[in-house]
């Protein structure tokens, strides 16, 4: 996680840097409304590259998947243990079902 958290600080700071150049040197070469140009082509760019991204790898097998367990951050060490120990139990009880 901290490598991770890392990355997206550094990401977002190189944009925070970039960003507002390109989007002014495009608006003083164009015109305003170049602003939503450079916004559509940035959003455009991520959609792309997310979609490249997802060609890449293949999905990952519904039994190699942890279940997803919602614990709001101020949860005590004893609430954690408990929905860790529950969501445990609903494992193993899905497990057991037949899906079709």
Do not use: C, H, N
């Amino acid at each position: 996680m901290p490598a991770a958290s890392g990355g997206l600080v550094l990401t977002f700071g190189v944009g925070a840097i970039i960003g507002p150049m390109i989007t002014g040197w495009a608006m003083q070469r164009l015109d305003p409304f170049a602003f939503w140009i450079v916004l559509g082509g940035t959003f455009a760019t991520m959609a792309v590259y997310a979609l490249y991204r997802m060609t890449r790898r293949a999905a990952v097998a519904p039994g190699e998947t942890d279940s997803y367990l919602s614990v709001v951050p101020t949860a005590s060490p004893v609430a954690l243990e408990a929905a860790s120990l529950w969501a445990a139990e609903q494992t193993e009880t899905d497990d057991r079902k037949d899906y079709p």
